[in-house]
Every structure is written in C-alpha cells, then in structure tokens.
T-cell receptor, first 115, second 114 residues
C-alpha cells in the first residue's frame, strides 16, 4: 500500500537553530498537509498546500514556519529559529483530493526535540 | 465550547466486550466525521468515516452519527488487546480550493484487559 514517508524520524536541535522536516507524499496525491502533536496533546493542523501554494494555515504557523515543494516528490516544513515549544511530533499528510470523505493519509511522523 | 470533545479516559474494557467511544462537536454545519486510531508514538490511522445519520459498520467497528444531538460514537465489538490505543474523533472543515482540514478531539485512551 502506498504510504507517506517522513525523514528524519527523530531530530534533536538546539534552540534558535533551523530545522527542515522532509516528506514524500503519495505519488498521485495533490493536497499536502502538516499537522503537529505536542506530547500528550491533540493533533493540530498547521498548514495545507495545493497547486504549489499554501491554501490555509493555522495561527500556529507563524513567520518562523515555511513549506516548500522543491521538486515533484518532496514536501518540506522549515522552522527557521526553533523554540522550546516547537518540540512536538510533526506529521506530514496527503490526500488525492480535498473532497469530503477523501482519505487523508498520515506519515509516521518526525519527532522534534528542541533543547 | 471546544469544537470536538471527547472523554480522555482511560477507558478499560475486558477482552471480548464492546468498547464504546463518544465524541460531540459544536458546529451544526459539520457534515462528516472521522475516527482515527493512534498507537503510542505513532501516526493517526483512519478506521471509519461517516456522514449519514445512523450506523455504519465495518467489521468489528460501528460508527454511529446523530446530527440532531451533534454526537458521533464508535463501537468496537469483540475487543482485542490490539485495540488498545487512543481513538481520535476528527471533523473536517472546508478551507477552500476544494480542500479540508481536520479538527481533532483530544482522543480517548482505550485499554483492553485480557
């Protein structure tokens, strides 16, 4: 079964450093997302991306965050200057279409620990 | 009021019994609902999707939707130890460009006791 793959699975970084989380969505999917889950809390939407641009972002997704689809397969989340509160599991997701009922597939996640 | 509310649990159910998980939502305009299962340290995995009032069955899982009461539930029959996980209720919201984002509840932690 096709799957969303993410790298790295775990990254430890110092506060203030830049981090790039990488994702390879399912190949025929057109909609891409990043969600995050702080330990013990709920899964939260960060951003959605369609047709090479951001279609929606949450209030969490401030100026220190950016997303990019640098080529035909990768989808990245960059955090420019990490803060302690950015420590979380970041999930990349993709879907074939945005229609109701269309399954959103999640990657296995990237644990980010900011120290 | 939170958009999607679930009891955090933990909910303990004996093996072989029926586990019942509940979710309420605040937006009367919500049309569809997802149930995801999340094992500790893992990503959400879709179990069920429902958009019509009533019941939808898939194997040991039954989703129930009552739009008048703004209530959706998940029943797991013949519970197995492998069902021990956190169950997340999620409501999609249209955000334009034919796209939706999911709003998750905090999840209910279910433990099946052998």
């Amino acid at each position: 079964e096709p799957e969303v793959t993410q790298t790295p699975s775990h990254q430890v970084t110092q506060m203030g450093q830049e981090v790039i989380l990488r994702c390879v969505p399912i190949s025929n999917h057109l909609y891409f997302y990043w969600y995050r889950q702080i330990l013990g809390q709920k899964v939260e939407f960060l951003v959605s991306f369609y047709n090479n641009e951001i279609s929606e972002k949450s209030e969490i997704f401030d100026d220190q965050f950016s997303v990019e689809r640098p080529d035909g397969s990768n989808f990245t989340l960059k955090i420019r200057s990490t803060k302690l509160e950015d420590s979380a599991m970041y999930f990349c997701a993709s879907s074939e279409s945005g229609r109701t009922g269309n399954t959103i597939y999640f990657g296995e996640g990237s644990w980010l620990t900011v120290v | 009021q939170k958009e999607v509310e679930q009891n955090s649990g933990p909910l303990s159910v004996p093996e072989g019994a029926i586990a019942s998980l509940n979710c309420t939502y605040s937006d009367r305009g919500s049309q569809s609902f997802f149930w995801y299962r999340q094992y500790s340290g893992k990503s959400p995995e879709l179990i069920m999707f429902i958009y019509s009032n009533g019941d939808k069955e898939d194997g040991r899982f039954t989703a129930q939707l009552n739009k008048a009461s703004q209530y959706v539930s998940l029943l797991i029959r013949d519970s197995q130890p492998s069902d021990s996980a956190t169950y997340l209720c999620a409501v999609p919201r249209f955000i334009g460009f034919g796209n939706e984002k999911l709003t998750f509840g905090t999840g209910t932690r279910l433990t099946i006791i052998p």
